[in-house]
C-alpha cells in the first residue's frame, strides 16, 4: 500500500500562487509553490512589481538630488538607507562630519530602528492571527513619528541628512520628549514579554519553526536578526564602526537556535538596545555645528570606486558608488539585506507547512520594495 | 591576518600570467609594494586606473586601463575595501572556491556598463562574518559577447545577484540554473542600466 | 464612474436611494491595497490613533469581492497593472477608486525622462474618483479623501470641514 499512496502522491502536487496582492504587510511579493496537500514542495519567489529603478535614478539624478529616493527604498527605516547613502558620498568626496550631526544621526537612526522592530512585531503577529498587538505597537510607534515629525519634518519617508551634517537640529522639546518616550516604553516592554513572547501559541508556532543553518546564512549572504538569530555574530556597528558607534556601550543579542523564535527574540532584544545607545547619545551630546563649516557647494567624488556599509534595522545596508568626477553618479549599486535574505527562502522553506512557511516569511521582516528597488 | 591569508591564496591565480614579470605578492601584507606595478601609484588608485600609472609591462597608451594582475590592497578608510582582485573572467570560479574556503560570505555581485572601453565589467563583493575583510573581485567582459561563468553553485546567494545583474546589463553567466529575469517581466527584452539604453 | 455601471430600477424611490446611499457611505469597506509607501501611512490610518473605523471604514477585506472602495496606495508598476486591473474587475459594483499618495495620482518622484518601468498614475487604467496628495499623505489626509468620496456618494458632507486657522 504504501509504494502504491507514494505514487500517487508524485501526482497530487499542485502549484499555488501567494500573491501579489495579499493581506498588506509585507508588500507585493509573489511566491510560486508546488503544494502537496498542506506541505511546500518547492517555493520561488517572483518579484517585480514594485521595481522602482533606484539604480537607474542614481545615474540620472545628481549626488543630492538622488537623497529623497534613499528614504523610499526602506520606509521603514529610512534613515538608515539615508546614513548610508550620504557615508558613502562623503566617503568618496571626503567631506568631515562636525561630531553633534554625528550624534543627531545616531540618536535619529536608532529610534527609527525602534519604530521599525515595533512595526515588524504588530505585522508579524498579525500574520500569525492576532490582531491586538498591531495596535498597542502603533501607539509607541506614533510616539516615535511625532518626535521624529518634529525635528525631520516627515513621518515615514525621511531625508533628513545632507552631505556632511544634518539640517535641522533638535531643541530641548525633543530631548525631553525622547526621555519620556524611553522611559515609557520601558515601561511597556514587560507587557508585550508577558502578553505576547511568553504567549504559549506564539510559542508553539514559533519554537523549531524554520531553522536556517549558520551555513546556510553564509552561503546566501544573510545579515542582520536573520543572521544573529542563527549564532553569527555579525552587526555592522560592532564589526566594521562608523560614525560615532564605538563611543556607545551597547550588547548584540546572538541567539544560536535559529528558528524564527531566535530571530524574534533578537529583534525584541534590538529595541532594548536601541534604547540604550539613545540614552547615552543624549548624555553625551556635544555643542557644536550641524553642518560642515565649508558649506559643500557641489559634491565632486575623485574618480573610482567606493564601498560604504551601515547597519539598517533588517540587516547590512551598502552603498557600491562608481564615481566618474561629474556631479551624478556613475554607477550606483544598493546592496539590500532583505535581498540576500529573501533569497533563501525557496531552501528554506522546503517540507514546510503553509503557515509555518508564513511565520518563516514573517520572521525574516521583509519590506518588498526595499528588494525590488 | 586574515587579509594576509587570502591575499595569498589568491595570488596563486596569477601565476600563469605571462605578462606580468613582476611574481604576485608572496610576502607579507605588510609589504604592500608590489614590485614595478603599484609602488608609485597611491594605494587609493581606484583599478580602473591602475594601469595608467608607471607600469612597465601594463598597457598604459591604450584607452583600456588593463588592471595589473595581483592582488591590490586599498586603503580601507578611503574606499571601503581591502582587497582588489581583477581577473580573467574564466578564474572567477576559482577565486570564488578559494574565498568560499575561508568562509567569506557574498555580499553582492553587480555589473558596470563601460561603454568608452566597450566593456562590461561584473563586480562581486564578499565580507567575512568573523574578521573586517572585504575583498572586491571584478572581471571585465566584452561588450558585444558577454558571458563569465556562473557561481552559484558555491555560493547560492548568487543566483539571484548574477539573474539581477543579467536582467540590468545583459550578461550572461553560463551554467546558470535559470537566467529569466528577476526584477523585469518576464517577457522583459531590454536591459536598463546599458549606458545607450533608449526606454 | 462610481454607480454608473449599476442597472438602474424601473421605479425609482428618491428616498430609498438616499437612504441606500447614506447605507453605503456609511460602511465602505476598503480593500487592503497596500503596494509600497503609503501601505503604511493606510495601516496607520486603520490604528488605533488616528482610527478609519469611526467612520465605518475599519474592515480592510483582503478579497476584492467583498470591498466597496480600492484604496491604490503606492507605485503601480508595469508588471503589477494587469493585476490591479484584474482586481479591481473583481470586485462588485458600486465600486469606488481612490488614489493615495502622488505615485498613484502621476507616478510620484519615480517618473523621469526614459523611466522604463512603472505607469504614471492609476488613472491611465482606472477611473479614479477621490485624489490625495502626498508623499505618503498624513493619515489625516486620507480621512479627509474618505470622507470626500463619503460626500460624493451621498451628495452632502456629513462631517465638519476642518478650516485652517
Known amino acids: ?373 | 591576518m586574515l587579509l594576509a591569508k587570502i591575499k595569498e591564496a589568491l595570488s596563486s591565480l596569477y601565476e600563469d600570467i605571462q605578462e606580468a614579470p613582476e611574481e604576485p605578492a608572496i610576502e607579507e601584507a605588510a609589504a604592500e609594494a608590489v614590485p614595478e606595478a603599484e609602488a608609485a601609484p597611491a594605494p587609493e588608485a581606484p583599478a580602473e586606473e591602475g594601469g595608467a600609472a608607471q607600469d612597465a609591462e601594463a598597457e598604459t597608451e591604450e584607452p583600456e586601463p588593463a588592471p595589473p594582475p595581483g592582488p591590490k590592497e586599498m586603503d580601507y578608510k578611503a574606499k571601503g575595501f581591502h582587497l582588489d582582485v581583477a581577473l580573467e573572467p574564466e578564474k572567477v570560479v576559482a577565486a570564488a572556491e578559494i574565498l568560499n574556503r575561508e568562509n567569506f560570505f557574498i555580499e553582492a555581485i553587480t555589473g558596470v556598463d563601460w561603454i568608452d572601453e566597450q566593456q562590461l565589467e561584473v563586480v562581486y563583493d564578499f565580507n567575512h562574518f568573523a574578521e573586517l575583510c572585504r575583498v572586491v573581485v571584478r572581471a571585465r567582459l566584452d561588450r558585444s559577447n558577454p558571458e563569465i561563468p556562473t557561481i552559484s553553485h558555491i555560493y547560492q546567494g548568487a543566483n539571484w545577484h548574477e539573474r539581477e545583474t543579467h536582467d540590468f546589463f545583459g550578461i550572461i553567466f553560463t551554467g546558470h540554473p535559470n537566467l529569466e529575469p528577476l526584477l523585469l517581466p518576464e517577457d522583459a527584452d531590454f536591459h536598463p542600466l546599458l549606458k545607450d539604453f533608449k526606454a | 464612474m462610481g454607480t454608473q455601471d449599476v442597472q438602474p430600477p424601473i421605479i425609482h424611490f428618491d428616498s430609498l436611494d438616499k437612504i441606500l446611499s447614506l447605507g453605503r457611505a456609511n460602511s465602505l469597506w476598503p480593500m487592503t491595497f497596500g503596494l509600497a509607501c503609503c501601505a503604511i501611512e493606510m495601516m496607520a490610518t486603520g490604528a488605533s490613533r488616528f482610527d478609519l473605523a469611526r467612520f465605518g471604514a475599519e474592515v480592510f477585506r483582503p478579497s476584492p469581492r467583498q470591498c466597496d472602495v480600492m484604496i491604490v496606495a503606492g507605485t503601480i508598476s508595469k508588471k503589477m497593472e494587469p493585476a490591479v486591473k484584474t482586481l479591481y474587475d473583481q470586485m462588485p459594483e458600486p465600486k469606488w477608486v481612490i488614489a493615495m499618495g502622488n505615485c498613484a495620482i502621476s507616478g510620484g518622484p519615480f517618473v523621469f525622462e526614459g523611466q522604463y518601468g512603472i505607469v504614471e498614475g492609476a488613472d491611465k487604467f482606472l477611473p479614479v474618483d477621490i485624489y490625495i496628495p502626498g508623499c505618503p499623505p498624513r493619515p489625516e489626509a486620507l480621512i479627509e479623501g474618505i470622507l470626500e468620496l463619503e460626500e460624493k456618494v451621498t451628495g452632502f458632507r456629513r462631517w465638519p470641514r476642518v478650516e485652517a486657522k
Request: net charge neutral; hydrophobic share 40%; aromatic share 10%.
Open chain 1, 1 to 373: 500500500m504504501n509504494g502504491f499512496l507514494q505514487q500517487d502522491l508524485n501526482q497530487e502536487t499542485f502549484t499555488l500562487n501567494l500573491g501579489p496582492q495579499h493581506p498588506a504587510t509585507h508588500g507585493v511579493l509573489r511566491v510560486k509553490l508546488v503544494m502537496d496537500g498542506e506541505y511546500i514542495v518547492e517555493a520561488e519567489p517572483v518579484l517585480g512589481y514594485i521595481h522602482r529603478m533606484h539604480e537607474k535614478m542614481g545615474e540620472n539624478r545628481t549626488w543630492a538630488k538622488f537623497l529623497p529616493n534613499c528614504g523610499r527604498m526602506d520606509y521603514l527605516s529610512a534613515l538608515s538607507y539615508n546614513h548610508g547613502y550620504v557615508a558613502a558620498v562623503e566617503r568618496a568626496a571626503g567631506i568631515e562630519v562636525p561630531e553633534r550631526a554625528e550624534y543627531l544621526r545616531v540618536i535619529t537612526v536608532e529610534l527609527n530602528r525602534i519604530s521599525s522592530h515595533l512595526l515588524w512585531f504588530g505585522a508579524f503577529v498579525l500574520d500569525l492571527g492576532g490582531f491586538t498587538p498591531l495596535l498597542y505597537a502603533f501607539d509607541d510607534r506614533e510616539q516615535i513619528l511625532d518626535l521624529l515629525e518634529s525635528v525631520t519634518g516627515s513621518r515615514l519617508t525621511y531625508c533628513y541628512f545632507r552631505f556632511g551634517g544634518v539640517y535641522n537640529d533638535i531643541d530641548d522639546a525633543f530631548i525631553t520628549g525622547t526621555r519620556a518616550f524611553i522611559k515609557r516604553l520601558r515601561k511597556r516592554m514587560p507587557m508585550y514579554d508577558a502578553l505576547v513572547t511568553k504567549n504559549i501559541i506564539l510559542i508553539k508556532r514559533l519554537k523549531d519553526i524554520g531553522p536556517i543553518s549558520k551555513d546556510m546564512a553564509r552561503r546566501y549572504g544573510a545579515t542582520g536578526p536573520v543572521a544573529r538569530g542563527s549564532g553569527i555574530n555579525f552587526d555592522v556597528r560592532r564589526h566594521e564602526p562608523y560614525s560615532v558607534y564605538p563611543e556607545f556601550d551597547f550588547d548584540i543579542p546572538v541567539y544560536e537556535e535559529g528558528d524564527s523564535m531566535a530571530r524574534y527574540m533578537v529583534r525584541m532584544d534590538e529595541i532594548e538596545q536601541s534604547m540604550r545607545i539613545v540614552e547615552q547619545a543624549l548624555d553625551k551630546l556635544p555643542e557644536g555645528e550641524i553642518k560642515p563649516k565649508k558649506a559643500v557647494k557641489m559634491v565632486k567624488p575623485e574618480k573610482g570606486d567606493y564601498y560604504h556599509a551601515v547597519e539598517a534595522a533588517r540587516g547590512s545596508f551598502g552603498v557600491r558608488l562608481v564615481s566618474d568626477g561629474t556631479n551624478s553618479a556613475y554607477r550606483l549599486k544598493l546592496r539590500s539585506p532583505t535581498y540576500s535574505n529573501l533569497s533563501l527562502f525557496g531552501e528554506a522553506a522546503r517540507g514546510m507547512l503553509l503557515p509555518d512557511a508564513l511565520a518563516l516569511m514573517g520572521s525574516l521582516d521583509l519590506v518588498i520594495p526595499e528588494i525590488d528597488r
